[in-house]
């Protein structure tokens, strides 16, 4: 009988032991939540040194569904220069927010011409809200202090900036179809706060439509400028030659419409930096024929387009006005693209403004 | 002097850095990157929130989110059951220093998801079906409308890793050029089941060789489409069956560290590279000979719209109007109408399937618009869209039935594709097929009382009969049998053959055997029956995909 009891107990202890093991084994989360966190991607080093360390690297950490992203460049030479950038990124469902911190030498202007050289220090906050793939809304918050740096071309102020800006971007253009339009409203300033400088704002618009002919496509631009008080002289607006402030030039994203900068701009027959002012009005009209493959849809790597343009520009510096009214180029060009680099060269014949002579226009990128 | 000569090469180094830099990313400055750095561009907008979780297994971490549970433990048994000895038993040899590491998976549940997501790192163009980054160690997969292309992608894509991810260290330190696209993608083809490989792939493959445009391996290795993924995976098949298999690991090996020259392959295979593309160039004339002795068509015959790329799935009305997919606008698929001459767009978003109500009225159109694969009707008239929501979840496929008053809805709720009837108030009427194979393709009888699907069979896509009660086996050559349609007169026509030449039959309803109606070069890779024998069929011919108007 107490041989029984004792089976029937042990048996029951064998029991409470392993059915929650067995109960645990299948109710055990087969899932876990995914949290996310940075791990390094890459880190490019290169280092020398011959009493002093110089110093060039770059480097990656990013989380495994890249939610999170921190992007950092190191660039230094002995102890008196130490440039550097550091960026980071979360992208949430429906934002993206960035921050930056960055000491950088920047070059402002197309690489094959004189443009402006500074030295810019600064913080920027960023967020973007997508609503779709066509459509969004950027905001800047950005604090830069910039000062001269070597020779340049153009006069560079040594101030600092404290600025904001705003803009709704709609671009449905479709580079197969060769149809849609790109637009963008952008409304930003500066304060004199935290001891920068400026107070101004400033406002931009611009609009591009392209219509296919087949295997010609037609593309109409308006773009328009104005700054309402003090601003950097070198981040007002400049005409003249084909001024790709988001292709030619390394320190675009600092000032990338942001703070009053140098918007896109395309005024053919007509030197780089000819027109400085604090409004702008541009048009340009640009008819394309595809040379080569028959249709855009056919394109498997290289194309090649011919085109004639007309291009159009006032630009004013408070009430006294800069060009003729307007000054027009026209002229000829053709595009190359390689493999989704366009590579352009224009011949633009300045109509009406003493002085001026024709020019070629070489570009890289989309110029509009 | 020289230390001031060396600080001026510094700067001109840093300079250069900051170029490179500076033209992938267009900035040295702002490295953050929201999506909003160019004032124009498209931008990555992901349709919903998504909830991450993470499945591990003994060689992988599976990453999914909501609705994608039974999707996850269908990848978990393809990876670990099937994908991972498949491959890994012929590379182990690459892991006796370098220890294998977990792969990190990340699966989306729809094309719109993996193309808006930071973790593909694709533009919005891309329309590949995954993406394997060796670096990393982790592959990218969108969850496939079917089981057999998700084995085949998840296959595909862990190759990549496997046997790339051991040279990554020779990779990141420069030391090699690494293997050419021809082998990488060659491989990751190669270790695909073979029923899983895209048959667009090897239709595109014929079609060069027939025209002797039979590209050589320095423009194979740029691997830029079908063409070159099919010839990739050719050479590569070819090199395992003359040499054999365990040669494969030996030459990725031999090609990273010795580097890729005629030198390495003459120590392997005794042949020079040019040897070996001759070689291989003269068995492919062997293999793609069907069909070589038939006229071309489209010499014969113009396409209807020779301006839209990539033309698929073609439907029209009584009244002549023509129905179509292109991806003319960079997007897979718009939806198109054309009327006589005239071609327009009939939707702003992606339509992965679609098909139009027996009155012309109004159609039904599948789009991962909001992520997830959803229905959605478009009335003709007005051009409104309002979701259709059937009971099934995930519908892959659609197909309305003659009568009007139901639909076929493929569906793929537990990994794989089946195929339901569902009311137009989207109950689940019947179930027509619902095995742990797929069955996909729904065509419906002109009397609505059939429907005729594809499954396979022995390795074979065969055509079956069902109407929720009996399943009918209707071909059964050792042929593949696809994209079934139905005449008014009740006759049956398939797409038939293998080797990447597919051509037009009829079916005999009562023994399954088929008669081609077909006669020409070119592959049909899709057919419309139209009235008095005449059909619109989709050729591939030189790269395109295009619609072309038939009578016998």
Known sequence: MLTTTIRRLCCLLLLLLFTPTALQAQVDPIYQEYRSQLEMEYFLPFIAYDGSFYVATYGKMSSILRDQELQFVLL??????????????WHAPYWSYGLNLYQMPIYTGPMWSAGFWELQKGVSLLASRHFNNEKR??????????????????????????????????????????????????????????????KYLKAEVDHRNYFSLGRSSLVLSARGGKIWGDYPVQRGF?????????????????????????????????????????????????????????????????????????DAAWVWKGSSQQTSSPSIGVGVGFKFYF???????????????????PKWHFSIGEVF | MAKKHRFYILRLL????????????????????????????????????????????????????????????????????????????????????????????????????YQNSQASGLSLSDSSEGVAHILINRLVVIGQPTFRDLRGVLTHEITHLITLGPFKGDLLSSMTQGAPGWIAEGLAEYYMPAETRFPQREVALRDVVLSEEVDALEQISQVRGNLHYAEAWSLTDYIANKYGQAQLSQMLKAVIKEGYKDQTFKRLFNRSLKELWTDWRQELTSIYQEGAEFPSYTQLSSPLFAEYRDQTMV???????????????????????AEGEKVKRLTEQTVSAFDLSPDGQQLIFLSDQDGERKLYLLSLESGAVTPFAPEVTNPVEVAWSPQGDRLAVTANRKGDADLFVVGLDGKILSVIADSPADETSPAWAPDGQWVAFVSTLQGYDQIHLGNGKTTRLLTRQALHHRKPAWSKDGKLYCLTGEKGYYRLAEVDLNNGQTSFRWDYRETVLEMLPQEDEAFLVVLYNAGRSEIYRFQR
């Open chain 1, 238 to 310: 400049a005409l003249g030659g084909i001024q790709q402030v988001s292709m030619s030039s390394l320190g675009t994203l600092t000032n990338a419409g942001i703070l009053g900068t140098l918007a896109d701009t395309v005024l053919r027959g007509y030197s780089e930096y000819r027109f400085f002012g604090d409004g702008f009005l541009l048009s340009n009209i640009e008819l394309r024929l595809l040379a080569w493959p028959s249709s855009y849809q056919k394109i498997r790597g290289t194309a090649f387009t011919l085109l004639a343009f007309s």
């Open chain 2, 14 to 113: 840093l300079f250069f850095f900051i170029l490179t830099l500076a033209y992938p990313s267009y900035s040295a400055v702002e490295l953050s990157n929201t999506g909003g750095e160019f004032r124009f561009g498209k931008v990555k907008a992901p349709p919903r929130p998504l909830q991450w979780k993470v499945l591990t297994t003994p060689h992988f971490e599976i990453f999914f989110y909501q609705g994608m549970e039974e999707l996850s433990q269908r990848s978990r048994i393809i990876l670990e059951e099937e994908a991972f000895d498949r491959v890994f038993s012929d590379f182990r040899d690459l892991y006796t220093l370098t220890p294998y590491r977990k792969i990190r998976v990340i699966l989306f549940a729809s094309r719109k998801e």
């Open chain 2, 315 to 337: 439907k029209t009305t009584k009244e002549g109007q023509i129905f179509f997919l292109s991806s003319h606008q960079g997007r897979f698929y718009d939806l198109y109408l």
């Open chain 1, 339 to 357: 493999f989704g680099l366009n590579l352009g060269l224009d011949y633009g014949i300045p109509l009406n403004t003493p002085g001026e002579f």
């Open chain 1, 137 to 198: 809304l950027d905001l800047r918050l950005q604090f830069e202090d910039f000062s001269p740096l070597s020779l340049p071309r153009f006069p560079v102020e040594k101030a600092s900036i404290l600025g904001f800006e705003a803009t709704a971007t709609h671009d449905n253009f479709s580079f197969l179809a060769q149809d849609g339009h790109r637009e963008y409203f952008s409304l930003g300033g500066a304060f004199p706060l935290l001891g920068a400088d400026f």
């Open chain 1, 76 to 89: 230094a030479s002995g102890e008196e220069v130490v440039n550097f950038a550091l960026g980071y990124t």
